[in-house]
Each structure stands twice: as C-alpha cells, then as structure tokens.
C-alpha cells in the first residue's frame, strides 16, 4: 500500500525519480544506486552515505518508495505547489503531444497555423520559466563548492567527461535522462525536452513526404510513368542479431549510391527480431539489375546464416508521381 507520502500531490516526480534510480528493478535502492545516482559533485562518499541512512528510516540498508518520498516531502518548502503544478503540467502536455499527433495531419491549414504558434507559444514560455532556475542552481553549486576539497567529492561517472560539479553535470545528465524515459519529471527542463519533441513532431508531419493519389486518374494505355515499390520482410535470428544489422548497414549505405534507387527504408519492430526494407526503383529494369548486382548478391549471401527463415520479398508499381514533395 502506498505510503502517505507517496499519494501527495507532486509525489508522482519522485516515484520516477526512484524507478530512475533503481537500476536494477528491484524496487529497493541499494547504497550503491543511491550513491551513483545522487552524487552532485558536492557531497562526499561519507555525507552520502550518512543522508542515505537517514532517509532509510525502516533500516533495512536500502530505501523504499514511501521513504524517498517522505524524506524529501519534508524539505519541499516553497517547492510543494511548484512540484504539484508540474505533475499536472507534465500531464498536460504528454496528453497534448498525443492528440497532436492524431489530429494536426488532417487540420485544415489554418488549424496548422494556430497549432505550430501555441507549440511555439508553450516552449517560450517554459524557457523563460528556466532561464532564472538555472541561474539559481548554478549559483547554490558554486557557492555549495567554496572551501571544499576537490577530492572530498564524489565524481558523476555517467555525465561523460567533466570532473567539475555544477551546471556541466546537471545538463549532461539531463541529457541522458531524455533517452530512458517517455515521460520526463526533471523540472522545467524536462517539460521544455517534451515540447522540443512535439515541435520535432509537427515539423516532420509538416515537411513530410505525401502520397496523394487523386480519385480517379485516366492515363494512356502504355504510360509507364511509374515507380518500384519492393517490399523486403526478414526475420532475424536472435543470436545472429549483431552480424545482421552490420550487414544491414552495409547494404543500405551501398544502396544509396545506386543510380536508379529512390529511396530505401529500414523499419524494426521492438520486441520482435521482424524487419522492413523498403526500396524504390525508378524502373523495374533498374530493380532486375540490382537483384543481379554484387551488392544485392552480397547481402543475400550474408543474410543466409543470420534469418530464421527465407526473406519474404513482394513489389508494386505505383505512379511515380505519389512521392512529389508537397
């Protein structure tokens, strides 16, 4: 059962918090995952290693969910409404980025207009929230720095080469932070890091490619002003998974110096070994030609021991004219 303190308004920040910090997923943290994931280039082994028995309050020698979120309950101070405010702002615009993603496609063009200014409205605005966070948590480090040992600290071995705490650290591991989760909960940063993606979004649904066959077409008899479209399915051996994607790579930057190839695409599907390939040919000549091409012999070869079975190949021709940028 979730402890009192866990079911506070704002508390959802730290619950992710820990599920960062519990590397191993075992919904404990150890000294060792505190230290590694606390340590702010301030505080010392022994002061991290004091803090984390203070908030282990059951004293079990590792910290629980209701423990992490008690202890720092306790110190929010003037933080309480901004933390609250944030877990629903963090809502808000996750729920925004899905129904943007949903909608903005089949907006009319003015609809598109108001959304790509609000987007841009709302990363304004959180930027200029930052702007005088920063600036106070740098002074608080340097100032937390004044007077102290430089090896008294305990150095952040994941925030890459900087051995000086301080804004360097924090940004770096702010960076990391944004590939392990959807749903970021570091503050204005991680708010501004979700709409940068919806801008990212939106950009790319903007300036996309578009298929947009009309209804009805009438052409000649024998207009050939078509395209390849081959469709490539394979199904990877787990164990061959590494000697695969080198082939794969291979293949595809070969590929795309191929006169007469269009484009090629490669779609995974996670949790699965199934792979797409996608590949477009200006003519079905050009298509035969490569099917004959030490390129495409190679790569069929090397796909021999790496699939669990035969590749699925199928191909259509489709107007050229579908793949005009619009």
Known sequence: MASPAEQEKGMQIFLDVFRRADKNDDNALSLDEFKSFFADGVLNVEELEKLFH?????????????????????????????????????????????????????G??????????????????????QHPVDTASDHMEQDALKDRPETSQVELVESGPSTTAG????????????????LPYEGISGLVAQVDRLQALVDELQHKVKIDPVDEEIVQENDDNTVVLVCRKLSVDDSKDKAFRSSLRTYVE??????????????SFNGTNQFVLYEIFDSNETWKSHMCSGISKTFQHNNIDCLERPETLTTMNIPGKWLEVK
């Open 54 to 106: 203070d908030i282990d309050t059951h004293n079990t020698n590792n910290i629980d969910t209701g423990e992490l979120c008690t202890y720092f309950s306790q110190h929010l101070g003037p933080f309480r409404g901004i933390f609250a405010a944030l877990e629903d702002l963090s809502l808000s615009i996750s729920n925004a980025m899905q129904v943007t993603a949903k909608d903005y496609p089949n």
């Open 108 to 129: 009319s063009f003015y609809e598109k207009f108001a959304t790509r200014f609000l987007l841009k409205e709302v990363l304004s605005q959180l930027q200029a929230l």
């Open 167 to 182: 804004w360097v650290r924090r940004r770096a591991r702010q960076q990391q932070y944004a590939t392990q989760t959807s």
């Open 254 to 267: 070969a590929l795309a110096n191929v006169d007469g190839c269009l484009n090629i695409s490669v779609r």
